[in-house]
């Protein structure tokens, strides 16, 4: 499992990250996109994190509130 925390804009090369997260999922690796910040590019990280991107891309905004959610969904994992 991959918990990527990120201010939701990539100054990176797409070209390398998405096969990369594509090469972490197809083996088996759950990923969570957290991005912090009200600029977050939600849709890049939704082709990072796993399917469906309603449950795997949260938006930070109450840490308690983010840390509760993870909890609750690794936990009935």
Known sequence: MVILVT???SDLNAARI???ADALK???VVIYSVANGDSAQLSALG???SSPD???VLQLGD???VSRTLLDRLCSA
């Open 7 to 9: 201010d939701g804009n």
């Open 26 to 28: 197809s083996n088996g």
């Open 54 to 56: 309603s449950h795997y």
């Open 63 to 65: 840490i308690q509130s």
């Open 18 to 20: 998405l096969p990369a």
């Open 47 to 49: 082709q990072i994190a």
